[in-house]
T-cell receptor, first 116, second 113 residues
Framework: AQSVTQLDSQVPVFEEAPVELRCNYS??????LFWYVQYPNQGLQLLLK??????LVKGINGFEAEFNKSQTSFHLRKPSVHISDTAEYFC??????????????FGKGTKLSVKP | NAGVTQTPKFQVLKTGQSMTLQCAQD?????MSWYRQDPGMGLRLIHY???????DQGEVPNGYNVSRSTTEDFPLRLLSAAPSQTSVYFC????????????FGEGSWLTVV
């Protein structure tokens, strides 16, 4: 069975500092990988996704993530954060085959708090 | 283009009452699903559908029913609400159950007292 572990439940950081949100996954088959962002009282917005090809994926709002198959990780990074990046971030995986490809398994989320 | 629309946004139910959360999408997406979000738990899949007339259970299906009579609509029914169903519910859709981007609705906040 698949699982996703987000290693930090909360990450406080100062504005303009770099940030890394860590995500590890477990699966017996190949997977697609996603990062979503959720602002307070809103739905989820896709930041970026890895389907195949280059292991470095660039997304919206200056975020990027790197797929590391040997370490089964998909960490999210941003070189310089803004106050507006304060939100909860979710890592998710789906299996790369069959009719369940649309079914996402989510991590428990990481709350990023950017301080001035 | 409205995307994925969920109604109602907020609802308070008494234990034992029934209700339906509505979800509609106008993108001609084949795949639709329902998730619930609880504090510290992330999102968990309740039910999903890969097309009209086809539904299947996700990780936490107990206490919920779904049907998919049209491509556009995917309602979630709570037959007899329980306090454990207090949660935020998200509907999602994508063009197909494959590599395509999954779009989420704005969420429905449900409280069962």
């Amino acid at each position: 069975a698949q699982s996703v572990t987000q290693l930090d439940s909360q990450v406080p950081v100062f504005e303009e500092a770099p940030v890394e949100l860590r995500c590890n996954y477990s699966s017996s088959v190949s997977v697609y990988l996603f990062w979503y962002v959720q602002y307070p009282n809103q739905g989820l917005q896709l930041l970026l996704k890895y389907l195949s090809g280059s292991t470095l994926v660039k997304g919206i709002n200056g975020f990027e993530a790197e797929f590391n198959k040997s370490q089964t990780s998909f960490h999210l990074r941003k070189p310089s954060v803004h106050i507006s990046d304060t939100a909860e971030y979710f890592c998710a995986v789906s299996e790369n085959y069959g009719g369940s490809q649309g079914n996402l398994i989510f991590g428990k989320g990481t709350k990023l708090s950017v301080k001035p | 283009n409205a995307g994925v629309t969920q109604t109602p946004k907020f609802q308070v139910l008494k234990t034992g009452q029934s209700m339906t959360l509505q979800c509609a999408q106008d993108m001609n997406h084949e795949y639709m699903s329902w998730y619930r979000q609880d504090p510290g738990m992330g999102l968990r899949l309740i039910h999903y559908s890969v097309g009209a007339g086809i539904t299947d259970q996700g990780e936490v299906p107990n206490g919920y029913n779904v049907s998919r009579s049209t491509t556009e609509d995917f309602p979630l029914r709570l037959l007899s609400a329980a306090p454990s169903q207090t949660s935020v519910y998200f509907c999602a859709s994508s063009y197909s159950a494959s590599r395509n981007t999954i779009y989420f609705g704005e969420g429905s906040w449900l409280t069962v007292v």
